[in-house]
């Protein structure tokens, strides 16, 4: 509601918008979660399916995975204990060791995306592209979906 004043202008006091009724952050980030968790599972299940449709997987001919994946995947680790120990540190009370940790946590899971870069421009190298056929197209749009994931946790981290 908004209220004139004498002179003609608006009384700002008036133009507050109402808080948010209890329990609404709560229930919004329990349903946002909810569908991203559902959006996983049915990537997940989109390639199961296409996966039991194939003969033989990965196709022949396709280039090895890297072995860069396991690197990635140790960095991905390390920056989740990272996060943990963050965590810690807040239980604690410690500003130092979250400042540490989530220091720690920024830094491996930005090294974790570039990794993940190397990783998708070897294999694109060796002619592994999400066109070239399902095995290609599955393996980007899952490694993908995934780096997305990381890169909206770095935009709250």
Same mark, same amino acid.
């Given at each position: 509601?908004?209220?004139?004043? /004498? ?8 133009? %507050?918008?109402?808080?948010?009724? /209890?329990?609404?952050? /709560?229930l919004a980030l329990t349903l ?8 996983? @599972? ?5 390639f199961l399916l296409i996966r =039991? %449709?194939?003969?033989?997987? /990965? ?9 860069? #994946?396991?690197? @990635? ?7 989740? *204990?990272?996060?943990?120990?963050? #965590?810690? *540190? ?11 940790? &989530?220091? @720690?946590? #920024? ?7 570039? #990794?993940?870069? *190397? ?12 066109? *070239? ?11 993908? &979906?995934? =780096? ?10």
């Amino acid at each position: 509601m908004t209220a004139a004043t /004498p002179g003609g202008g608006i009384d700002r006091r008036a133009t %507050r918008e109402s808080p948010a009724p /209890p329990g609404s952050g /709560p229930l919004a980030l329990t349903l946002f979660l909810m569908a991203l968790a559902m959006f996983f @599972a049915a990537s997940v299940v989109g390639f199961l399916l296409i996966r =039991a %449709r194939q003969p033989e997987w /990965p196709p022949a001919g396709s280039p090895p995975l890297p072995g860069g #994946l396991w690197l @990635a995947t140790l960095v991905l680790v390390a920056g989740s *204990a990272a996060a943990q120990a963050a #965590l810690g *540190a807040i239980r604690r009370g410690s500003q130092r060791g979250l400042r540490f940790g &989530l220091t @720690a946590a #920024l830094a491996l899971t930005v090294l974790f995306l570039g #990794l993940q870069a *190397a990783n998708w421009s070897a294999l694109a190298r060796e002619g592994l592209t999400p066109g *070239a056929n399902l095995f290609g197209f599955a393996f980007y749009m899952l490694t993908g &979906l995934h =780096a997305a994931h990381v890169v909206g946790g770095l935009v709250v981290l």
